[in-house]
């Protein structure tokens, strides 16, 4: 399971007053902590305006850079941002995100292709994100079509079906699945990640079914997530399902986890 750590976006509250104070504490703290959490990838928001989001990204990722080698998710729209931020990072980063809208697949797969990343594709387009498992199927394979054309292997794409809330639709969750299998089945060098609260978002104990979808998920075919890796209990959840899977060979990762008290927190 590849998790991307969600904690350092400037859509949150504290981590924007930290971008805002060049509290660079704050966020080499979140960093680490991610890290020795577990996050294979530290996704990175500086979440401001245009006109100064280039210089907050690139602040954000040397703060980092000084204190992991935890490769960087750069999550930004802004194509001009992008392309600024890939130089000040050491290692290849990932990109967060393209879609089939034609300013995500214009002004940044190019940058993806040239720069050999790693990619979350999203699977929606101008139009916003679809109901129906075959409509996202058929973005998709847009999405797919032309990152193929740009020598990007499939690999290299991890794609989100997006997760839309249950308080908007009960059958959300089953779209989701529905649409892992159906991505896994026709595209089995893909990732497939998603944003694992927003299944949850306008609910109460939000905690409950996060754990549930990430177990569901799991077995239906995702295999990376963009999620908090301190959370203990998603960690737990976490640990069970991929024993659950057959994922963890004599229950090695398990059993290492409780003795090291990881169930105790």
């Known amino acids: 399971m590849i998790i991307i750590g969600e904690k350092i976006n400037g859509t949150r509250k ?3 007053q930290a971008i805002q104070e060049r509290d660079a504490a704050f966020i080499q703290d979140l960093a680490k902590k991610q890290t020795e959490a577990g996050a294979h990838w530290l996704d990175t928001n500086a979440g401001t305006h245009p006109s100064r989001e280039a210089d907050d990204l690139i ?8 204190v992991v080698d935890t490769p960087i998710c750069l999550d930004s729209a802004n194509p001009a941002a992008l392309e600024m931020a890939i130089k000040a990072v ?13 300013n995500r697949l214009n002004g940044i797969l190019p940058i993806v292709a040239a720069n050999k990343c790693p990619t979350i594709a999203l699977a929606m387009d101008e139009k916003g994100i679809p109901k129906t498992k075959d409509e996202r199927m058929i973005i998709i394979r847009r999405i797919i ?3 193929r ?13 997006l997760a839309m809330t249950m308080s908007t639709s009960s059958e959300s969750g089953l779209i ?24 949850s978002f306008g609910l109460p104990a939000r905690s409950y079914i996060n754990r549930v979808f990430l177990s569901l998920a799991m077995a239906a075919g995702l295999d990376s997530a963009i999620l908090d890796p301190m959370d203990p209990e998603i960690k737990t959840t976490l640990l069970a399902t991929e024993l659950l899977l057959g994922r963890d060979r004599y229950c ?13 927190k």
């Open 14 to 16: 504290r981590v924007a």
């Open 145 to 147: 079509a032309e990152t």
């Open 59 to 66: 602040w954000l990722i040397e703060n980092i850079q000084a």
């Open 176 to 199: 989701f699945f529905d649409t892992i299998r159906a991505i896994r089945s026709e595209f089995p060098e893909a990732h497939i990640t998603c944003g694992l609260s927003n299944i």
């Open 149 to 161: 054309k740009m020598g990007i292997p499939d690999s290299n794409l991890f794609i989100d079906p």
């Open 90 to 102: 050491k290692k290849t980063p990932m990109i967060n995100s393209i879609s089939a809208e034609p």
């Open 252 to 264: 090695l990762n398990y059993t290492r986890a409780y003795r090291a008290g990881v169930f105790n």
